[in-house]
């Protein structure tokens, strides 16, 4: 299974508001989406912002020039 495949899986089994009886399925499957949108994005963020204190650590990290390709830092 590709990472892909596996994340996809991870997605479609989310379910915080899907059987909800006051939204229709498709209205609970957007909320729930959105929801991990929104955890996917912080969570990028933080690893982002992690691996630059890291990169500006003395003695560790990833040279500052990949993260400028990879995320505009």
Known sequence: MSANSAAFDH???FRW???DP???ESE???YDLG???SVL???VEIAVAVAVADA???SRGLV???WVSFGGQ
């Open 17 to 19: 508001r899907q059987g």
């Open 41 to 43: 994005e912080e969570s």
């Open 28 to 30: 609970a499957r957007l």
């Open 64 to 66: 500052g020039s990949f």
């Open 56 to 58: 500006r650590a003395p």
């Open 22 to 24: 006051s939204l229709a």
């Open 35 to 37: 929801v991990l949108r």
């Open 11 to 13: 997605v479609n089994g």
